[in-house]
């Protein structure tokens, strides 16, 4: 089902904010959401409920960020960790997935993403799930003496009957990372959050409980989400490449994990629309009670950031920038 087929029916975005840095997060997505998002296209904000896994309540705490959510057009949803809590947060966005309806198209979006454009522009295919490919090669860690990356993906794609020999990309070295079927869990899609969530939590959990011997040398946190990611995409008939280049993570949304990472590397045009959205006095009230926003966005501490740097010739490796801005004392998170 493209996004032409599915015109008559609305896709659910779903992003994920809790208590601290993402509820934040979350009023700034919201923003630029309502401002550049465009039409057939229904924001879910999903928070995890109190509960045994949490040591505290994880929901949003400040009423102020809850009623700027539901002024934007969000519609709150709360959700129970059964397997993940504070032990994985990263497991809020595969149990997230629960509150979505059965059977409606969904794209998932970390919260610290900028909506850039119109999400129409996008050519979803929803039968074809995909995710990002703005992303190193974080995982695995190979070890001197100890399996390559062919073993080790091997043994998963084995372990949910999966074909492995079709999740590769032929045009890449044999042992090289980008060989391998591998995503940043920013953003993914589907027909369907409960066959798509169901299985990313059947992944997840049996890798977690009953790793493969190939993993005995591998850390699985933070890395579980995006380990698992590419085997439920593969298994739903998707890839690396069912949407066009340069949409997502590009001219449409902008993953920029952290703000003084956004200043540092992303466009002129990402860092206009940022000021842009967050500029309303509605907006810039609530934004402020976040130490980073505030001294980022609105005491004008980003754009020094920005001046540290030439876009045009950034250290290849993301370490290497947050290491210059933290030597400069302007590194927040």
Known sequence: MTREGAAAQTVNILIVAQAGRLSYEAAL????????????????????????LWPEDPGIRQPEIR???EDLGAQMRSFESRHFGAAYPYG???????????????????????????????PFDFDRPTASLRREG???????????????????????????????????????WQRYLYFNAGFFFYRCPRVFGQRFRDYALSVRDDPPPELACQSLDP????????LVIHGLGGGRDTLPAG??????????????????????????????????????????????????????????????????????????????????GFWMR
């Open 138 to 176: 974080t995982w695995p860690q190979i070890e001197l003496y100890g399996p390559g990356y062919t073993q080790i993906w091997t043994s998963l794609y084995d372990r949910f009957g999966l074909d492995f020999a079709s999740s590769l990309d032929l045009t890449q070295p044999d042992e090289y």
């Open 67 to 69: 009623t700027l959510l």
């Open 223 to 230: 890395w579980l989400d995006q380990v698992v990611l590419p």
């Open 247 to 328: 949409l997502l993570d590009g001219e449409v949304t902008c993953h920029y994990r952290l703000l003084p990472l956004l200043y540092a590397r992303e466009s002129d045009k990402v860092v206009d629309v940022l000021e842009e959205v967050a500029a309303p006095n509605r907006i810039k009230k609530v934004l402020k009670g976040h130490e980073p926003f505030k001294r980022m966005i609105y005491q004008g501490r980003g754009r020094k950031v920005r001046a540290l740097f030439d876009r045009e010739n950034l250290p290849r490796k993301e370490q290497a920038i947050r290491n210059r801005i933290k030597r400069e």
């Open 29 to 52: 997505f919201a923003a630029s959401f309502n401002a550049r998002g465009g039409t057939g296209f229904r924001l879910v904000v999903a928070e995890p409920a109190p509960g045994p």
């Open 92 to 122: 809020n966005k595969i149990e997230a997935l629960e509150v979505l309806p059965e059977g409606e198209p969904f794209v998932f979006f970390d919260t610290d993403t900028l909506v850039l454009d119109r999400l129409d522009r996008v």
